[in-house]
């Protein structure tokens, strides 16, 4: 059962690092999932204060996933148009065949959506389309490293019980 618990942790561990990239996967909420999992292992002792810490910071991670992109949007001028076309290109970046696809598909999914929007102002819509595209890239870079935050104090954990499995 330990192993399973350990394993099943680990695999949480990396859906949620992927999960930082991809929208289909959760990010920080999966990879605390794997800290949890670790802890119900016997021999493990249970520091509640740690798992309160990163169940706070996967939540504030989980929130601030989806308010960057609205106020790198709003701040460069841009509509609801445009953040909805940002989340529709990046599934659409992802799907489709292309290299980079989940870079390229944000971007030109907020551009077209603020050309939905005022097909007239195409300065504007790039502004806003570039404001979009870098709130994707901070929020992409925050839940990144939360989760990899997450998977060294998985690694360190295990290490530091290691006499356990080895």
Known sequence: ME?????????????????SFLPVLPDAPLSWIGLLLLYFCDGIETEYWTLGITLVLAIISGILDYVIPAKGTKRFGGSSYGIWG???GLVVGLLAPIP????????LG????EMMYDSKDHARALKAATGSF???LASTFIKFVVCMGF??????KVW???EIWF
């Not at 980079?100 to 971007?107: E, R």
């Not at 907020?110 to 959506?113: K, L, Q, R, V, W």
């Not at 998977?151 to 360190?156: D, R, T, V």
């Open 134 to 136: 870098i709130g994707f």
């Open 151 to 156: 998977l060294g104090l998985f690694l360190y």
């Open 86 to 88: 940002t989340n529709i």
């Open 160 to 162: 530091q019980y290691r």
């Open 100 to 107: 980079f696809g989940f870079i390229i598909g944000p971007f």
């Open 3 to 19: 192993y399973f618990l350990l394993i099943a942790g680990f695999i949480c561990m990396i859906g949620g690092i992927l999960g």
């Open 110 to 113: 907020a551009f077209i959506g």
